[in-house]
Every structure is written in structure tokens, then in C-alpha cells.
């Protein structure tokens, strides 16, 4: 079993930018890859990014240039450093990892981007 724990969500203004985290713990490592998926309400939910054992990532076209997805394997730690903010990016982040022991998600984190 795997344990996610999302933090760092909050409202923030259109430009501005966010930083959340993911501690993951348990039987860490069995995990091959980590990734984040966002909800909007009444929207199903959605990949964003991921980043291999190796650190390779791959984003959705709507963030790409804006949203930096890193991991700390020795603190099994995943950060999602948002920049440039959009509405449109309002929604509920979770974290996601999968590997042999199979797939797990955090409970999610909100990020409300307003003026």
C-alpha cells in the first residue's frame, strides 16, 4: 500500500502562481511513476503531468511552459510548481502514483485561481 497526502492548495489571482506538494509513504518503492490529475466542477477529471522513476515528464498542452512537475525520491516527496495561473486552472489537484503494487491517489487539494 501506498499513502499520498497532498498540501500546498489555496486562491491565488489570474498570473499568479502555486506550489503544492505530495508526501507519499508506505511502500514507496514499488512506485514507477507519479502524477498529478485536477477536477473542475462539473468536469471530469483530468491528467495535468506526470515524471517517471527515471525524471522524464510529459504535460497537458493547457500547462505546458507554465506548470514544472519535479520529485525528491530520497524526501518521497512529488511538487507541482504552478506559475502564470489561469482560471481556468481553478480545481481540485491530486496526486497519483503508480507501480507494481498497483494505483493510488491522494484525497486532493483545492486551487482556486480569482480576482
Known amino acids: 500500500q501506498v499513502q499520498l497526502v497532498e498540501s500546498g492548495g489555496g486562491s491565488v489571482q489570474p498570473g499568479g502562481s502555486l506550489r503544492l506538494s505530495c508526501a507519499a509513504s508506505?511502500?514507496?518503492?514499488?512506485?514507477?511513476?507519479m502524477a498529478w490529475h485536477r477536477q473542475a466542477p462539473g468536469k471530469a477529471r483530468e491528467w495535468v503531468g506526470h515524471?517517471?522513476?527515471?525524471?522524464?515528464?510529459a504535460y497537458r498542452d493547457s500547462v505546458k511552459g507554465r506548470f514544472t512537475i519535479s520529485r525528491d525520491n530520497a524526501k518521497n516527496t512529488l511538487t507541482l510548481q504552478m506559475n502564470s495561473l489561469k482560471p481556468e486552472d481553478t480545481a481540485v489537484y491530486y496526486c497519483?502514483?503508480?507501480?507494481?503494487?498497483?494505483?493510488?491517489w491522494g484525497q486532493g487539494t483545492q486551487v482556486t485561481v480569482s480576482s
Open positions: 497519483y502514483a503508480v507501480g507494481i503494487g498497483g494505483s493510488y
Open positions: 508506505g511502500n514507496i518503492f514499488s512506485i514507477n511513476v
Open positions: 515524471i517517471s522513476n527515471a525524471g522524464s515528464t
